[in-house]
């Protein structure tokens, strides 16, 4: 889209080098994400500053109004509760957002640069998880992030390089060189689920694998399809039973902690905490107090008091006194925020699912492409956010919200491009 932007000596070069700085520096170095995402916000105020004319769809105005209610009702919660302003630390990730989005959809990266910086930030994370596991000894890789983050970011990164093979089918003589460039990014990005030894992380795949099945799936591909799962079925059978891989005894861990909560209701064993056990321990604790509160939610203050008498009443595990989060995002914002909060990060979830999806079946590959790496992440972080509170870290909330706007504004400037469907 050729405008004043597009020529300005400053943005020009400022965009596709701001966004191959973030991807590729996302696990090479302590706060990696932060330089590429930083030059993104100042160009996104330098380009407000200018007061441009922005010419915006309904599409575009939902992702924006997704993003303000995400912060105005955490703002809301803590004026109410009179909590910290913590929380607004983290949503105010999606208000800076959208200034950038309003950049990117004038001035868009290329999408060479854009890959380009994705297969290398994910190749460089096996060597961050190489020198942590066998330099020092470490049992699990967690780079600069954190082991959970570690393992479900280089997992959408593999989903990224999936995706973009099909974008490499546009390049011409370059898209072999592409293709292999992808390939080896999947294999990072399976190499970095594993070493973070990240059991969430595998959560992801079945709804990022029933939005490849609807975005590709007709009767005439039908065995083609067929083939893909088997080809995954046995490469998912593969990373589960070699040993090595450490896959199988994070599985087995998993069911025995259950097991043992559900018969038992333990959180500790030999002085250490289960996991699995002190995450339903916590999600019960929060089916307990959410329906005392469901409207506004609690104030932190408060829930930790409601928390100590129901301890002292021999109703919930000592452990629930030590917990940092609830360990669900969902049940965290309805806890501390509400009906309302549930409902702001439903809509920051399913509002881009939604519009991404729309578009999984275009005419035009490019489009295909970048709406399947947009669903995919979603689909991803809704899932990640079962187990964790994802987007409770500074890095997994800048991640979310700066690759959709990221994906989106390429997305849409594939739209502008793509020839008219054939009648």
């Known amino acids: 889209m050729t405008d004043v932007c597009s020529k300005d000596a400053v943005l020009g070069p400022l965009i596709p080098f701001s966004v191959f700085l973030y991807f590729s520096l996302m696990f090479a170095v302590p706060s990696g994400y932060s330089y590429g995402a930083a030059l993104l916000l100042l160009g996104g105020l330098y380009f407000l500053a200018r007061r441009p004319s922005l010419l915006l769809s309904r599409d575009d105005r939902a992702i924006i109004y997704a993003f303000f209610a995400v912060f105005l009702v955490s703002l809301f919660a803590v004026i109410v509760h009179g909590d910290g302003y913590k929380t607004l630390d983290q949503t105010s990730r999606f208000l800076f957002a959208i200034p950038i989005l309003l950049l990117l959809l004038k001035l868009p990266p290329t999408l060479p640069t854009m890959w380009s910086g994705v297969v290398i930030g994910i190749v460089l994370s096996n060597g961050i998880a190489v020198w942590q596991l066998h330099w020092e000894n470490e049992d699990r890789a967690s780079g600069f992030l954190n082991i959970i983050h570690f393992g479900n970011i280089g997992l959408v990164f593999g989903i990224l390089c999936v995706t973009g093979m099909l974008w490499a089918g546009t390049q011409g003589r370059y898209a072999n060189r592409w293709r292999a460039a992808f390939v080896l990014g999947v294999l990072a990005s399976i190499y970095a689920v594993i070493a973070s030894g990240s059991r969430g992380s595998w959560l992801a795949i079945p709804p990022v694998l029933l939005i490849f099945l609807a975005a590709f ?65 916590i999600w019960r604790t929060a089916f307990i107090n959410i329906p005392q509160k469901p409207l506004l939610g609690w104030g932190d203050a408060e829930y930790q008091v409601q928390l100590k008498h129901q301890v002292a009443r021999g109703e919930i595990d000592p452990y629930m006194l030590q917990m940092a989060n609830a360990h669900n995002n969902y049940l965290e914002v309805w806890i501390y925020q509400g009906l309302p909060g549930l409902l702001a990060l439903l809509a920051v979830y399913f509002i881009p699912l939604w519009l991404f999806c729309k578009r999984i079946r275009s005419h035009d590959i490019t489009v ?36 959709l706007v990221i994906l989106w504004a390429c997305m849409r400037e594939a739209e502008r491009k793509a020839p008219p469907a054939s009648p």
């Open 217 to 281: 799936l007709t009767k005439r591909n039908l065995k083609h399809v067929i083939g893909a799962l088997a080809a995954l079925v046995v490469t998912v059978g593969v990373v589960f039973s070699v040993p090595e891989t450490g896959v199988e005894d994070r599985y087995d861990l998993a069911v025995t902690e259950v097991n043992k909560y559900l018969d038992e209701k333990y959180v500790f064993e030999n002085e250490q905490v289960s996991s699995v056990g002190a995450r339903l321990e």
């Open 368 to 403: 295909k492409a970048l709406a399947l790496s947009g669903a995919g992440l979603v689909a991803s972080y809704s899932m990640f956010s079962m187990s964790q509170v994802i987007l409770g870290r500074n890095n997994g909330v800048i991640f979310y919200a700066l690759t």
